[in-house]
């Protein structure tokens, strides 16, 4: 099984030996494509699902501590009531707390797999601004060359989205062609070129974004360039 959906654990049939086998057959997908250095779908994958159990669990607890209880006697040393629950927990919501307390130990271990990956080639890649920065650098161009001729140029622009929880910046990128790099061709020629042929970005901001090795590219390369490109223009 390659994906799971977000609420795995609770649909279709809900046993706690079928959802370990769905969830131990993801989990060896997962493993062979970070063997291969493919990060993308997986590791972000992986940490929303470690987070939903993280929010359902923590949302049965909170429940179960809300449910009505009855008083059964008293705690003469500590002078505390003494509460029994008056509703046990259905089959079905323990069935699911048993498929919880297996994933989560597993579904961490995958993600720190993930995380070392994404170190790895973090460590062997770099973002560089290209020429002169102008002031805003919300919106420009990214070059992506993973050590070969060809380098992708892709046009971004860094929006703000707000939700009822919390802000977050959100890429927009779209490709605009690959370039052939050769004897006087230079990435700041490059950028002149564009800035000639879309007169809308009369000084864009640019970024070079260069992988000493090779990494799959769609899987790792591409969204490890926006993901780090997002956060050089964050701090700046």
Not at 70 to 89: F, P, R, S, V
Not at 213 to 224: A, H
Request: glycine residues 4%; hydrophobic residues 35%.
């Amino acid at each position: 099984m390659e994906h799971l959906s977000n609420n795995w654990f609770t649909e279709g049939l809900v046993d706690y030996e079928y959802k370990k086998y769905v969830l131990l057959a993801y989990l060896k997908r997962a493993t062979d494509s970070f063997e291969e250095r493919k990060l993308y779908p997986f590791l972000s994958d992986l940490v929303v699902h470690y987070n939903n159990l993280i929010q359902f669990r923590e949302s049965k607890r909170k429940f179960s501590n809300d449910m009505p209880k009855d008083i059964t006697g008293i705690d003469k040393e500590k002078l505390e009531l003494i509460y029994k629950q008056a509703e046990n927990d259905h089959e079905l919501l323990k069935e699911i707390e048993n498929i919880i307390e297996f994933s989560l130990p597993r579904l961490k271990s995958s993600v720190a797999a993930g995380a070392e990956v994404y170190e790895l080639v973090e460590g062997n890649c770099e973002l560089t601004p290209i020429g002169l920065m102008p002031l805003y650098t919300n919106e420009g161009y990214m070059f992506i060359s993973n050590n070969s001729k060809k380098t992708k140029i892709y046009r971004y622009e860094l929006t703000m989205l707000e939700t009822a929880k919390e802000k977050y910046r959100a890429l927009n990128t779209y490709f605009v062609e690959a370039v052939q790099k050769g004897w006087g061709t230079t990435y700041e020629s490059i950028k002149v070129s564009l800035t000639r042929r879309f007169k809308d970005l009369p000084n864009p901001a640019t970024f070079l974004f260069y992988s000493k090795e090779k990494f799959p590219y769609n899987s790792t390369l591409e969204p490890v360039a926006k993901r780090l490109l997002v956060k050089y223009i964050s701090k700046t």
